[in-house]
């Protein structure tokens, strides 16, 4: 099957995957917005979708729209016979280029799992289920991770057993699961891991994630570091809904909100539980002339109506 990451451009950008944020409505409103050249799902678990009964919370996360082209499928859990029967199915689902295992997320109830960062700790693990991903998928597989678990020392060791395991990408959040979003990302270390990922695994394409703001940076860091080939966003999306276009601009009031009304008529069902949309509110209401107590008024409505109305008035 083709390997989708050999195509793509130098530096080509991705929409981090982030719980309870990148679902199919807002990676619309992204691809609107202006579009990355990758789009993630969010975090699948893998036990939760092969479970018997079946669990629809998980399987929604693996809707996609039309926009998401191409877009990869993130997968977590601890379990390698999960993993086989989760990669398996996606790889029956046309919609998908590729997949890529979480081995870095920081949660604690993922961690306490033993997945996501846990992972770090338990290489032995995180090979058998990269294997058990590439031994029952065609699509190129991938992981995501961080420099280490506890101290960036950790990162060497950890990164060349990755590499070790022939991967189609590597994504490393340049942080350790202690240092979370705390402190800078580790900008210096960049140059020792192309240098390591040239020596093991050149064709694993290499992408760094942490304190990228806009693509305008993600080009910036490349013209220092042109051994990678990516850049994640993750964060930034909130600060600029904008942020992957290639020719950055001062975005006007008009142009937000009619983002936000676009973001809202994808909402599948008017009657669900509203108050989990709120936290999108300040990535659109922001940096204008009363901004504040638009906020405000919008975080007392109870439905996507209400917040239409009140932005319509």
């Given at each position: 099957?083709?390997?989708?990451w050999n195509e793509l451009p130098k530096p080509f950008l991705i929409l981090a995957p982030m719980e309870d944020v990148t679902n199919a409505a807002f ?40 926009t998401d082209t191409p877009i990869v499928a993130q997968i977590w859990g601890s379990k390698p016979a999960d993993f086989a029967l989760t990669a398996a ?225």
């Open positions: 099957m083709k390997n989708f990676r619309q409103v992204v691809a609107r917005a202006a579009r990355p050249e990758v789009f993630f799902t969010e975090f699948i678990n893998v036990s939760g979708f092969v479970h018997p009964l079946g669990n629809a919370s998980v399987s929604r996360r693996l809707q996609t729209a039309p199915k996606i790889c029956r689902m046309e919609q998908f280029a590729g997949i890529d295992i979480n081995m870095g997320c920081p949660d604690k109830s993922v961690v306490k799992s033993g997945g996501g960062a846990a992972l770090i700790q338990n290489p032995k693990l995180a090979v058998e289920i990269i294997q058990a991903v590439k031994n029952n998928s065609k699509l190129p597989v991938s992981v995501k991770t961080r420099l280490g678990y506890s101290s960036i020392d950790e990162w060497q060791t950890w990164q060349k057993i990755l590499l070790e395991q022939d991967l189609a990408a590597l994504s490393i959040h340049l942080r350790t699961k202690k240092e979370m979003s705390k402190v800078p990302a580790h900008y210096q270390l960049i140059p020792d891991i192309i240098q390591l990922r040239d020596s093991v695994a050149p064709h694993t394409k290499l992408i760094v994630n942490g304190d990228i703001a806009d693509r305008a940076a993600a080009e910036k860091l490349y013209k220092v570091f042109t051994g990678i080939d990516g850049c994640m966003i993750g964060r930034g999306v909130f600060q600029n809904p904008f942020c992957f276009e290639k020719i950055s601009r001062q975005h006007s009031e008009t142009e937000l909100l009619e983002l936000l009304k676009f973001h809202l008529s994808l909402l599948e069902n008017p009657n669900q539980n509203f108050e989990p949309f709120k936290k999108f509110f300040k990535i659109y209401i922001n940096n204008f002339i009363g901004a504040k107590e638009l906020r405000a008024k919008l975080m007392s409505s109870q439905s996507p109506d209400q917040a239409l109305q009140l932005l319509n008035f």
